[in-house]
Structure formats: C-alpha cells, structure tokens
C-alpha cells in the first residue's frame, strides 16, 4: 500500500512538472516577441482615464511619423486601475500595432525573456 501511495504522488509530481514546463514554453513563443535591437517603451499606467489617450496618442505620432525611428515597441503595463483606463487602453491596443497592453505580471514575465 506504501509503494503505492509513494508511486502516486511521484507521478502527480511528474505530471506537474511537465504541465509547468510545457505552459512555459507556450508563454515564451506566444508572449515574448521581444528582440534585443531597438528601443522599447514601457509605461506603468493606474487610474489615468483622463489622460492616457492623449499621452499615447502624442507618442504613437512621434513613433508613426518618424520623429522617433529608434522606438519599436510601446508597451502599456496596467497596474490594476479602477476606472476605465484599461478599456481605453484595449481601444488604442485594436487601433494601433506598435501598442501592446499587458497587466503588470505579464509585462514582468515578458521582460524577464527578453533576447539579449
């Protein structure tokens, strides 16, 4: 009875360890498509329905129409905000492909796989 308990719970052991590592490599090609050439915004937003619009879109400009050629990537990062800002952000993410919105956790994970 022992050995089978113990061969039970090494292979839910097993069958964790291989969930986790297959969820891993699932995040790192879905998520992660970050180069290491360029330069990358991220701006940490809460509670700014009132004015995140107006900043993205003055920087989305600069980026679009070349006053800012180095930049590749602007990436919004929620810091769980009450108001709208999220859904703003969504709406601009739909509109323009140089946007990304994560929460903080996934920008995060994401920075922690960036190519060097």
Excluded: H, P
Excluded at 24 to 35: A, H
């Amino acid at each position: 009875m022992l050995d089978f308990i113990l061969t039970s719970i090494i292979w839910v052991l097993a069958l964790y360890g291989l969930i986790e590592i297959i969820k891993t490599i699932i995040y790192y090609f879905s998520t992660t498509n970050i180069k290491g050439n360029g330069t990358y915004i991220i701006v940490a937003v809460k509670n700014q329905e009132n004015s995140i619009e107006f900043f993205l879109r003055n920087l989305l400009f600069r980026v679009l129409y070349g006053k800012e050629d180095t930049i590749k990537n602007i990436i919004v990062a929620d810091l769980d905000s009450d108001d709208s800002t999220m859904e703003i952000l969504k709406k601009l993410e739909k509109d323009y492909d140089c946007l990304s919105v994560k929460n903080w956790k996934e920008c995060k994970q994401m920075l922690d796989y960036i190519d060097e």
